[in-house]
């Protein structure tokens, strides 16, 4: 079993920037490609960022590219989510998960973990 913990979600204005993390724990880190997915209200789960095990592979929704930055550190059991120049349809749920393949997943069905999630909301 693999533990996923957010935090660093909040309430910014538009332009704004914030920090997400998850933490994980319960088996060996560095095994896992990671991923942010984000859900709104009344909307599908939808993809925003994945890792490889190594950081040597990464992957951006086109709506983010450009203004997010996924990370991890191997040594922290930690993911990271950079997110710059915010806007208010930034504004979901955002949840961190953990796939039991060094590979990048671009779809929820891709992960075998999931954290509880961290709101987010960006205001105008």
């Known amino acids: 079993q693999v533990q996923l913990v957010e935090s660093g979600g909040g309430l910014v204005q538009a332009g704004g920037s914030l920090r997400l993390s998850c933490a994980a724990s319960g088996r060996t880190f560095s095994n896992f490609a990671m991923g942010w997915f984000r859900q709104a209200p009344g909307k599908e789960r939808e993809f925003v960022a994945a890792i490889s095990w190594s950081a040597g592979n990464t992957n951006y929704a086109d709506s983010v590219k450009g203004r997010f930055t996924i990370s991890r550190d191997n040594a922290k059991n930690t993911v990271y989510l950079q997110m710059n120049s915010l806007k208010p349809e930034d504004t979901a749920v955002y949840y961190c998960?953990?796939?039991?393949?060094?590979?990048?997943?671009?779809?929820?069905?891709?992960?075998?973990?999931w954290g509880q999630g961290t709101q987010v909301t960006v205001s105008s």
């Open positions: 998960a953990a796939r039991t393949n060094y590979g990048i997943g671009l779809q929820p069905s891709n992960y075998d973990y």
